[in-house]
């Protein structure tokens, strides 16, 4: 068993019911700025908020260049009928030995609350499982991020792990929880 490196040779878009879901583009900097310029979106994160567009074209050019090196997919969650960039989410690390992989992302204040994170989520845990061929998915969260939480379990993970004072960040230790899915577990559906 392996991982289907053939998702590398051309970048796959993935459609739902309300979204598009396609490569992060430098031409997105500025609605990526404004949504993670949020103190909102990065509370249960341990980075800072962006604080200016450069942040925002390093960022979908790190996550360009980690697709070009099949180390991760990031895409850009885009709702279908207006073109917006509502969140950004993805394979942050890709562990071919092991077909794991990590899923992160954020979503726009706006959106909170309405199902759309799950239809996001679900269609890359879709897209991870069939066609990259994972064994498991994992994901890491702050403990006191229910609303992720809630959203992980909703799909099939498992709490694996929980870690004290594991991340270091604004002079403070923090929490951190790792959830796992592993492949059969899944449980899709809004």
Same mark, same amino acid.
């Given at each position: 068993?392996?991982?289907?490196? /053939?998702?590398?040779? #051309?970048?796959? *878009?993935?459609?739902? @019911?309300? =979204?598009?879901?396609?490569? +992060?583009?430098?031409?997105?900097?500025?609605?990526?700025?404004?949504?993670?310029?949020?103190?909102?979106?990065?509370?249960?994160?341990?980075?800072?908020?962006?604080?200016?567009?450069?942040?925002?074209?390093?960022?979908?050019?790190?996550?360009?260049? /980690?697709?070009?090196? #099949?180390?991760? *997919?990031?895409?850009? @969650?885009? =709702?279908?009928?207006?073109? +917006?960039?509502?969140?950004?989410?993805?394979?942050?690390?890709?562990?071919?030995?092991?077909?794991?992989?990590?899923?992160?992302?954020?979503?726009?204040?706006?959106?909170?609350?309405?199902?759309?994170?799950?239809?996001?989520?679900?269609?890359?845990?879709?897209?991870?499982?069939?066609?990259?061929?994972?064994?498991?998915?994992?994901?890491?969260?702050?403990?006191?991020?229910?609303?992720?939480?809630?959203?992980?379990?909703?799909?099939?993970?498992?709490?694996?792990?929980?870690?004290?004072?594991?991340?270091?960040?604004?002079?403070?230790?923090?929490?951190?929880?790792?959830?796992?899915?592993?492949?059969?577990?899944?449980?899709?559906?809004?």
């Amino acid at each position: 068993m392996q991982i289907n490196t /053939a998702v590398f040779e #051309k970048f796959p *878009i993935l459609k739902t @019911g309300r =979204l598009t879901l396609r490569d +992060i583009r430098p031409e997105d900097a500025e609605q990526i700025f404004l949504m993670r310029s949020s103190g909102r979106v990065n509370q249960f994160i341990a980075r800072p908020a962006m604080s200016n567009v450069e942040d925002s074209l390093k960022l979908a050019e790190k996550t360009r260049l /980690a697709y070009s090196n #099949k180390q991760g *997919i990031g895409w850009a @969650g885009i =709702l279908r009928d207006s073109q +917006i960039i509502i969140g950004t989410c993805g394979y942050n690390q890709i562990d071919f030995a092991n077909l794991r992989a990590e899923i992160g992302g954020e979503l726009a204040v706006d959106y909170w609350g309405k199902n759309v994170a799950i239809e996001a989520v679900s269609a890359i845990i879709k897209f991870g499982l069939d066609t990259m061929n994972l064994h498991s998915i994992e994901a890491k969260v702050s403990p006191q991020n229910r609303g992720a939480i809630f959203l992980l379990e909703q799909i099939g993970f498992k709490k694996e792990a929980h870690f004290c004072d594991r991340i270091y960040f604004n002079k403070q230790f923090a929490d951190m929880a790792v959830y796992t899915l592993i492949k059969g577990n899944e449980t899709f559906g809004v």
